[in-house]
């Protein structure tokens, strides 16, 4: 069939109409499905946000949790330190006051009494009766007794509660002491017919290890320490005073509080005799002790 100019007209028009119509619906199509595809993405990201929010506020919940926990037992603890009994702490320094018997390995003397001049004679242009210097007029080495009492104070410091490491429970102090020991009565008849006391004073500082530290009952020993003998009268050679040791063992108990009592035995010995007068002393007896 044959179409003329007016239907031809027509078709072109119908199927250009009939572009229009589409491509507009095409486009529509587009944008929806970009932002069907935005809205998808924004709801990932949201669910992304979500589960985030949950995993910080599920940590924030156990950290509370935990400090929390923290908190009531460290108020737990408080309570039971509050609630416990007071215990008496010991002291690790001492106030040591001494006392007892001393015996000097021979008779303590002072100047000779063989009457032979003496030094002091001589330094005082003093003669004796038979016309010579003085003698000394004092208690020889056969007289004077042995035996003495003695009374003693000092301090403990104590430096170590391990012995430096070595030993668990083996405190180490350091001892401050003076003693004094009195032997017998002499008298100095060449000069003044007087009465003289025979003493001896001993300075000490000495190492002492006690042991079982934190007990009642502690034994102890001093392996060896520095000590000064000063004695009175002098010797013949007008010397009062020596360097030597002195050795000692004993234990004390915890009364009460922290009053203690004890024993000891110690040794005093000299590197020399004193021209001629023996001052190496053993002593025993007790003390009482105030930790402080």
């Given at each position: 069939m044959k179409l003329n100019k007016t239907q031809t007209a027509l078709g072109v028009a119908a199927v250009l109409a009939a572009g229009a119509l589409a491509a507009p619906t095409a486009s529509a199509d587009a944008r929806v499905e970009a932002l069907e595809a935005q809205?998808?993405?924004m709801s990932q990201m949201l669910q992304e946000m979500q589960g985030e929010l949950n995993r910080v506020r599920d940590a924030a919940s156990r950290s509370a949790s935990e400090n929390t926990a923290k908190v009531m037992e460290l108020d737990e603890w408080a309570a039971s330190v509050k609630s416990a009994p007071a215990e008496a702490k010991s002291k690790d320094h001492m106030v040591l006051l001494r006392g007892g018997w001393a015996r000097n390995n021979g008779p303590r003397g002072g100047f000779?009494?063989?009457?032979?001049?003496?030094?002091l004679g001589l330094a005082l242009g003093v003669n004796g009766p038979?016309?010579?210097?003085?003698?000394?007029?004092?208690v020889g080495p056969n007289e004077g007794g042995r035996n003495a009492w003695y009374f003693a104070g000092g301090f403990d410091f104590s430096t170590s509660d391990d012995l430096f490491g070595l030993w668990d429970g083996a405190e180490v102090l350091?001892?401050?002491?003076?003693e004094y020991k009195e032997f017998d009565d002499a008298t100095f008849s060449a000069l003044t017919g007087q009465n003289v006391t025979i003493n001896q004073v001993n300075l000490s500082a000495s190492p002492k290890i006690?042991?079982?530290?934190?007990?009642?009952?502690?034994?102890?020993?001093?392996?060896?320490?520095?000590?000064?003998?000063?004695?009175?009268?002098?010797?013949?050679?007008v010397t009062v005073f020596s360097?030597?040791?002195v050795f000692g063992a004993g234990a004390d108990y915890r009364l009460y509080e922290n009053i203690y009592v004890g024993a000891d035995v110690r040794y005093h010995w000299a590197a020399d005799s004193l021209d001629g007068v023996d001052t190496n002393t053993l002593t025993a007896g007790g003390y009482i002790g105030l930790g402080f």
């Open positions: 809205v998808n993405q000779d009494l063989d009457g032979n001049p003496s030094a038979n016309g010579d210097p003085l003698a000394s007029g004092l350091a001892e401050l002491m003076v006690k042991f079982l530290k934190g007990s009642d009952f502690r034994p102890w020993l001093i392996p060896i320490g520095f000590d000064i003998n000063i004695i009175s009268p002098p010797s013949g050679a360097p030597g040791a």
